[in-house]
């Protein structure tokens, strides 16, 4: 991320976990199996997939591992997808969507196999509350409730307003709907160890490497921006919010959006259990979220606002304040230590856009906020595609995705119609 305002400390960097050392660009191969670009949750998923079935994979980075969304979101583990399945009923049919929803669920049970094959420190807590911002806002939550039983999620309940406020201290809530299996995680670290997986099982990971360009066709190739080129048999492309114009073709399918978060100081555990009795995920129900829950160190970590515009506050910890303190206004005399801002990947519809771009070279982007589920399964789907099972990356590829207006319009459009749905959470 080249936004100094943007480019700032996180909690997740300050608290990471120690992984394994990582290839020098003197040891790259000539040729590997597959080439991908990208060390966030989506292209290492891929890379371990790849690699525990005997593929040689090198996997690359402008940065370091997780540098990009993977290491900067808000680590809630969410169910399905940010739009609900109303979208996919309507392009894939019944039948399909139900594919699609069951790879998201299967992104959870992906994440704690992972973990515990492979010995991952990352804090994973399961709990989420979906609190409703305004009092109109539990019609809305019990349609969401019934959808997801409808798709064969269990262990959903709503919370009236005095039952939520044993949970929660905050008077902002009018009730909620609460998941018993969704939650949160450190996602620097689950990625980190990812990435540790994937050394182990002979991969390369080079960070620090910039790819200048993708070359696809019958002789698939990278070039780096050093000069070097290294030849395989299929390309994964894997940058989401930060693909840029790498692919040609491919960067009007996705918006990337800038997200802030706070981390406060150390609160101590009961002040933190205060805050959130359970240590349960917590997101409102406005269309632009405020999301939050607290550390494993006993920290309040706390995202929201969002910029369509490409223009960011200069002090994001003063910014992000008035938003934390209107819910928890008992932190007034609280320190807000780390502030960061990083891109979500959005699509036209929020679904997420998979598929190639020709015979060798795979894409899957756009994961609208939920990438910490959806990309590591999807990472997942595309490797199974490359060994020869595609039948759920057909499905996902069948989604049409419209592209955002170009040149000048781009962000300007984007951000008009984001205006329109912040007036409603307003009158809502």
């Known amino acids: 991320m080249s936004d100094s305002a943007l480019d700032q400390p996180t909690y997740y960097g300050v608290t990471a976990n120690r992984h394994v050392k990582t290839s020098a660009v003197s040891s790259l191969p000539e040729r590997v199996d597959v080439c991908v670009v990208g060390a966030g949750f989506t292209g290492l998923s891929a890379a371990l997939e790849l690699s525990s079935q005997g593929r040689k994979v090198a996997v690359f980075d402008s940065g370091p591992i997780g540098w990009g969304a993977t290491g900067r979101n808000g680590g809630q583990v969410c169910t399905g997808y940010s739009p609900g399945m109303e979208a996919f009923e309507k392009q894939l049919g019944v039948q399909d969507a139900r594919i699609c929803f069951d790879v998201a669920e299967q992104g959870k049970r992906l994440i704690e196999a992972r973990i515990q094959n492979h010995d991952i420190d990352c804090d994973l807590t399961w709990g989420f509350l979906h609190?409703?911002?305004?009092?109109?806002?539990?019609?809305?939550?019990?349609?969401?409730?019934?959808?997801?039983?409808?798709?064969?999620?269990?262990?959903?309940?709503?919370?009236?307003?005095?039952?939520?406020?044993?949970?929660?201290?905050?008077?902002?809530?009018?009730?909620?709907?609460?998941?018993?299996?969704?939650?949160?995680?450190h996602s620097l670290n689950y990625a980190l160890g990812l990435a540790d997986a994937v050394i182990g099982q002979g991969g390369l990971i080079f960070e620090n490497t910039a790819v200048e360009s993708v070359q696809g066709g019958s002789k698939p190739a990278l070039k780096l921006a050093s000069g070097r080129t290294i030849a395989c048999s299929q390309v994964i492309v894997a940058c989401n919010a930060y693909l840029g114009s790498l692919v040609p073709g491919l960067n009007h399918r996705v918006m990337p959006v800038a997200s802030y978060v706070v981390a406060t100081e150390t609160l101590g555990e009961e002040r933190a259990r205060s805050l959130i009795r359970d240590n349960e995920a917590v997101c409102d129900s406005n269309y632009v979220v405020d999301y939050f829950r607290t550390t494993a160190d006993h920290r309040l970590l706390f995202g929201g606002r969002c910029s369509y515009s490409g223009i960011h506050p200069r002090d994001l910890g003063a910014n992000m304040r008035p938003r934390v303190l209107r819910i928890f206004p008992q932190l007034s005399d609280v320190k807000m230590e780390y502030a960061w801002g990083g891109h979500i990947g959005i699509t036209y519809n929020r679904l997420p856009n998979m598929g190639r771009s020709d015979s060798s070279i795979y894409f899957v982007h756009g994961f609208s906020g939920q990438g910490v589920v959806l990309a590591g399964v999807l990472g997942k789907v595309l490797a199974d595609a490359i060994v020869g099972d595609t039948e759920r990356f057909d499905v996902f590829a069948r989604i049409r995705h419209l592209p955002f207006p170009g040149g000048f319009l781009r962000r300007p459009g984007l951000t008009l119609g984001m205006l329109y749905y912040r007036v409603k959470d307003l009158l809502s």
């Not at 039952?163 to 709907?177: I, T, Y």
């Open 131 to 185: 609190a409703a911002a305004r009092p109109s806002h539990m019609a809305g939550l019990a349609e969401h409730m019934e959808e997801l039983e409808q798709y064969g999620v269990q262990g959903c309940t709503i919370l009236s307003r005095d039952e939520l406020s044993k949970k929660l201290d905050s008077k902002v809530f009018h009730g909620a709907l609460r998941e018993q299996d969704s939650g949160h995680i």
